[in-house]
């Protein structure tokens, strides 16, 4: 009787077709990985991204309805630039792919809905700055006005095409 060689004890492949095959296994598992990762990822960053606006729009708002729009400014900025990093996060292969699922597809199509609409808002936001500057808006009372029942009609005038402007802006983001 013929004796057999005695294993090793390490586990190789033992035909070329067996090791291409292992190949190829490890490279799609190292692919899945990393895809589960960037989704893990962009997801924190879609999520981060459109809290952040929110919350900052809330506060930019307050500020310009309270007459503060130097406050109300920066605010502005920091929404619009939270809702970019909202809508890059859409943009990431694996929000792509999992696009493609029947029920995370319709989530990623309205977060991203909703970050482009935060972003319109936020430069509707800075054009109202603008109105509020243009206008003298400094406290809660209605603007331009120096007391109850005297309004300054030019400043309204003045500012009319950018209330224009922010309608316009508001309604796109709708």
């Given amino acids: ?7 090793s004890g390490r586990w190789r492949p033992t035909t070329r077709g067996r090791r291409v095959a292992l190949a ?28 952040s606006a929110r919350s900052e729009l809330a506060v930019a708002i ?16 920091a929404a619009q630039q939270a809702a970019d990093e909202a809508l890059g996060a859409t943009g990431h292969p694996s929000m792509g792919i999992a696009g493609l699922l029947p029920l995370a597809g319709s989530n990623i199509e309205a977060a991203a809905a909703v970050a482009e609409a935060s972003r319109a808002t936020a430069a509707a936001g800075d054009t109202m700055v603008d109105v509020a500057r243009d206008l003298g808006w400094t406290d809660i009372r209605i603007p331009a006005s120096t007391a109850a ?6 400043a309204f005038e003045t500012a009319l095409p950018r209330v224009g402007k922010v309608a316009g802006q508001l309604r796109e983001a709708s």
């Fill in 1 to 7: 009787m013929a004796s057999h060689p005695v294993p």
């Fill in 24 to 51: 190829v296994g490890a490279g799609l598992a190292t692919f899945v990985l990393l895809l589960v990762l960037d989704g893990v990822w962009a997801g924190r960053i879609l999520i981060r991204g459109l809290t």
């Fill in 62 to 77: 307050e500020s310009i309805v309270t007459g503060d729009p130097e406050a109300a400014a920066p605010h502005f900025a």
């Fill in 149 to 154: 029942g005297t309004l300054d009609i030019e």
